[in-house]
């Protein structure tokens, strides 16, 4: 008996320690960063597919088969949008050196009409830093999407895992979980199997909910700047798109570097995008969010904008975009153990 239970502690011992052990590597080699981020990206495209996967594995089709379609899919889907976007993209940064000399030179001649005016000493540092703010945010913005885009051919052969990675998430990902189970005590199984049940379905909801939402945002952010002739629209709309993923914050993101855009053409194009762009985020809020998403997370604004605002400062924009499912995460598990345990 006690050989059993020496054997149990030195199970969850060596559990631990190999999870502080995986913790302290992660924040000391970025090699072990690299590997966790591509984890992470895979399950997180293996755990977006989940629900296509169970509803293929109704009309017959066995976990394998059904991973393997999504997957080769999602393959397709992703170079097919490389072979429209791509060219569209490198189109518009031929011209990206000239739109933000446009920009440096509308931002100083804004900024000098401005100028007399802040006579007060305290106007005239509140003036210089909302100049220097917004000069470093726009040239930010632009050289963080082609860095990102840089580092997308430099990493090619790492991103092109990510799809065997997901397959193997989505085929086996049962069998993956039941092995972590056997770490934990028999008798909290069952519990921690249920719980995870219940984070898997407001969590999912919530994720897909929001890629649909993204994607529907990226495409009507399209064709209003197409409409508008706004330069860079497929840039603009992809960056709209992507922010649109933190809510309440994302959509000001999104919105702003194309009214500044249409700002260098003329006054009356900017407010014409920012009406254009307002309207467009009050049918998403009020019309598509609650027909797509409904009440899935059950979260007040206000605990989801102050989880906003932690997870900013504690990482950043992606912070920011992992702030709600980890809220979601604590809700769920606080919620069920005081149903199970109280």
């Given at each position: 008996?006690?050989?059993?239970?020496?054997?149990?502690?030195?199970?969850?011992?060596?559990?631990?320690?190999?999870?502080?052990?995986?913790?302290?590597?992660?924040?000391?080699?970025?090699?072990?960063?690299?590997?966790?981020?591509?984890?992470?990206?895979?399950?997180?495209?293996?755990?977006?597919?989940?629900?296509?996967?169970?509803?293929?594995?109704?009309?017959?089709?066995?976990?394998?088969?059904?991973?393997?379609?999504?997957?080769?899919?999602?393959?397709?889907?992703?170079?097919?949008?490389?072979?429209?976007?791509?060219?569209?993209?490198?189109?518009?940064?031929?011209?990206?050196?000239?739109?933000?000399?446009?920009?440096?030179?509308?931002?100083?001649?804004?900024?000098?009409?401005?100028?007399?005016?802040?006579?007060?000493?305290?106007?005239?540092?509140?003036?210089?830093?909302i100049y220097e703010k917004i000069n470093n945010y726009l040239i930010g913005v632009f050289a963080n999407v082609f860095d990102a885009l840089l580092n997308v051919g430099q990493n090619i052969v790492t991103i092109a895992v990510i799809?065997?990675?997901?397959?193997?998430?989505?085929?086996?990902?049962?069998?993956?979980?039941?092995?972590?189970?056997?770490?934990?005590?028999?008798?909290?199984?069952?519990?921690?199997?249920?719980?995870?049940?219940?984070?898997?379905?407001?969590?999912?909801?919530?994720?897909?909910?929001?890629?649909?939402?993204?994607?529907?945002?990226?495409?009507?952010?399209?064709?209003?700047?197409?409409?508008?002739?706004?330069?860079?629209?497929?840039?603009?709309?992809?960056?709209?798109?992507?922010?649109?993923?933190?809510?309440?914050?994302?959509?000001?993101?999104?919105?702003?570097?194309?009214?500044?855009?249409?700002?260098?053409?003329?006054?009356?194009?900017?407010?014409?995008?920012?009406?254009?762009?307002?309207?467009?985020?009050?049918?998403?809020?009020?019309?598509?969010s609650p027909k797509i998403t409904g009440d899935s997370i059950s979260m007040h604004p206000l605990i989801v904008i102050l989880l906003l605002i932690i997870g900013g400062e504690a990482a950043g924009f992606l912070g920011m975009i992992?702030?709600?499912?980890?809220?979601?995460?604590?809700?769920?598990?606080?919620?069920?153990?005081?149903?199970?345990?109280?």
């Amino acid at each position: 008996m006690k050989e059993i239970k020496r054997k149990k502690l030195y199970k969850y011992v060596m559990f631990f320690v190999v999870i502080l052990f995986v913790i302290f590597l992660s924040l000391k080699s970025s090699v072990v960063r690299e590997v966790l981020y591509l984890l992470f990206i895979s399950f997180t495209i293996a755990y977006t597919l989940k629900p296509i996967q169970k509803r293929m594995e109704q009309s017959r089709l066995s976990k394998r088969t059904a991973a393997l379609i999504l997957i080769c899919i999602l393959i397709l889907i992703v170079l097919a949008a490389f072979v429209v976007l791509i060219p569209s993209m490198l189109k518009e940064s031929l011209n990206l050196n000239n739109t933000l000399e446009s920009i440096q030179r509308f931002i100083d001649k804004f900024y000098l009409k401005l100028k007399p005016i802040s006579n007060n000493k305290t106007m005239y540092i509140i003036m210089d830093n909302i100049y220097e703010k917004i000069n470093n945010y726009l040239i930010g913005v632009f050289a963080n999407v082609f860095d990102a885009l840089l580092n997308v051919g430099q990493n090619i052969v790492t991103i092109a895992v990510i799809p065997i990675i997901s397959y193997y998430f989505l085929s086996d990902g049962d069998y993956i979980g039941n092995k972590l189970l056997n770490f934990l005590p028999i008798k909290s199984r069952n519990m921690i199997r249920k719980i995870s049940c219940d984070i898997d379905k407001i969590l999912g909801r919530y994720i897909v909910s929001q890629l649909l939402l993204c994607m529907i945002i990226g495409i009507a952010t399209f064709v209003i700047l197409i409409a508008l002739k706004v330069n860079f629209p497929v840039i603009l709309s992809l960056l709209n798109a992507f922010f649109n993923i933190v809510p309440y914050f994302g959509p000001i993101f999104g919105a702003v570097p194309a009214i500044f855009i249409a700002l260098i053409d003329s006054p009356q194009k900017a407010l014409w995008t920012a009406v254009w762009l307002y309207v467009l985020q009050q049918i998403e809020g009020n019309i598509l969010s609650p027909k797509i998403t409904g009440d899935s997370i059950s979260m007040h604004p206000l605990i989801v904008i102050l989880l906003l605002i932690i997870g900013g400062e504690a990482a950043g924009f992606l912070g920011m975009i992992l702030a709600v499912p980890i809220g979601v995460i604590v809700k769920v598990v606080y919620e069920d153990l005081n149903y199970y345990l109280f």
